[in-house]
Nanobody
């Protein structure tokens, strides 16, 4: 059974940084597509960043491009989201997700079959 467990969320002032981690068990980081999504109150869950299995290609939502970096450590079976220059509009619950198999990189949340429980990120103005 694949399990994803996020950590690293918290409270930070605007302009600050946070690093989210997502430990994967029952599955292999690097042999799949991994991604981060977020959901703000009253809004739908939206794509943030993804990293594909082919050479580690990456894709970002334009709202976080240049500020956030997705990465993974295959030895630790863990994926990360480094978030810099955080803004109040980044406030949300952040979820890591995994799409099994050697598939194309996608931003569609319905394509991801495994999800973490979420971690809260709050950015104060």
């Amino acid at each position: 059974q694949v399990r994803l467990i996020e950590s690293g969320g918290g409270w930070v002032q605007a302009g600050g940084s946070l690093k989210l981690s997502c430990a994967v068990s029952g599955g292999t980081v690097g042999g799949n597509t991994e991604a981060w999504f977020r959901q703000a109150p009253g809004k739908e869950r939206e794509f943030v960043a993804a990293i594909g299995w082919i050479g580690g290609s990456r894709k970002y939502d334009e709202s976080v491009e240049g500020r956030f970096t997705i990465s993974r450590d295959i030895a630790k079976n863990t994926m990360y989201l480094n978030m810099n220059d955080l803004k109040p509009e980044d406030t949300a619950i952040y979820y890591c997700a995994l799409r099994s198999g050697r598939t194309t990189l996608t931003t569609n949340r319905n394509s991801y079959g495994f999800w973490g429980q979420g971690t809260q990120v709050t950015v104060a103005a």
